[in-house]
């Protein structure tokens, strides 16, 4: 008999997978990008493997569409049973076989032409999503095998981030500058959009080509730079993935409401223009930056962390 503090803690375990996959079911721009695509792709000559399942609605939806074969792996025993109860819903059921577990970890035959996988996460890559596809193409896919995304991309570009308040605490008649120096070290999710403002050009900050790719991304030292003749409307770097999923179909994660762009807030340089480069560290679980403002024999330099934050906070 399972104790209630399991019973508890798989209640507040499937609450949360269930919050999080409404919020993906409700994205209607990245719905129509991977369904537009799939469109695209499938004929009825396809056998689609989709790893990352999820509620499994591409591996439905390419079942419906007319696919001879379709396989969906997906990690969350949860999830399992719902990728067959919707398949039944869709009278599907006969054409989809449902796997749980790692995909890196599950024997397949190699006969699958096409693949798709939504493991893209907030920061493009921290999903593993090239780990998975390298492990596919060298195990399940056939040769020239399609692939849904195609290339997958970390796009930065300076901004202004409107203040949710005018001073912390909210109510209060007392000063909390040292804990919002701390908060600098660490990225905000943007879950409301509507406060930024883009002040640059977009710039790649990497690109992988799914279709050639040998070896995961090095994901340090990711640099970009822009020449500026005004600081005084940047407080920030956005960072936000986007994907070609196939030929014609874009999308971009900054336009969907279920994935949320990164801000790594900066300080106000002292000098108004000249070369403005933000450099990123992200190979580790926590994102380190820094950024800089040059011009001719002058440069100004700012370096935000975690490690920082807990340096600080366990000073003697």
């Not at 399972?2 to 499937?14: F, M, P, R």
């Not at 469109?39 to 396809?46: F, I, M, W, Y």
Request: one cysteine or more; charged letters at 25%; hydrophobic letters at 40%.
């Amino acid at each position: 008999m399972k104790s209630k503090d399991s019973i508890s803690d798989q209640a507040l375990h499937i609450h949360h997978l269930l919050k999080a996959h409404r919020e993906l079911l409700e994205d209607g721009v990245r719905n129509r990008a991977f369904y537009e695509a799939l469109q695209k792709r499938v004929t009825r000559n396809s056998v689609v493997l989709d790893v990352g399942s999820g509620t499994g609605i591409w591996a439905i939806t390419a079942a419906l569409i007319g696919a001879r074969k379709v396989v969906a792996i997906e990690r969350d025993p949860m999830l399992i049973r719902l990728i067959k109860n919707l398949a039944r819903e869709n009278r599907v059921q006969d054409k989809i076989e449902i796997i749980a577990g790692d995909s890196r970890q599950i024997t397949l035959s190699r006969e699958f032409n096409l693949f798709i996988s939504e493991t893209i996460g907030n920061s493009a890559f921290e999903e593993e999503i090239v780990p998975i596809l390298i492990d596919a193409k060298n195990r399940f896919l056939k040769r020239n095998a399609d692939l849904i995304p195609r290339t997958v991309s970390l796009i930065a570009a300076p901004a202004y981030l409107k203040s949710e308040s005018k001073k912390l605490p909210l109510g209060v008649p007392l000063s909390c500058d040292y804990f919002n120096s701390l908060s600098m070290n660490l990225p905000l999710l943007l879950r409301d959009k509507s406060r930024l403002r883009l002040v640059g050009e977009r710039r790649e900050l990497l690109r992988v080509d799914l279709r050639t790719v040998k070896k995961p991304p090095v994901l340090s030292n990711l640099t970009a730079r822009w020449k500026v003749n005004n600081t005084s409307g940047i407080n920030c770097f956005v960072t936000w993935a986007e994907a070609t999923l196939t030929e014609g179909v874009e999308l971009s994660t900054l336009n969907t409401t279920s994935w949320t762009p990164l801000a790594y807030m900066i300080k106000p340089f002292g000098g108004s223009s000249g070369e403005l480069t933000f450099t990123l560290e992200a190979s580790g679980k926590s994102n380190f930056w820094s950024s800089s403002l040059s011009k001719g024999r002058t440069e100004e330099r700012q370096s935000y962390s975690p490690v920082l934050a807990f340096a600080s906070l366990n000073a003697p």
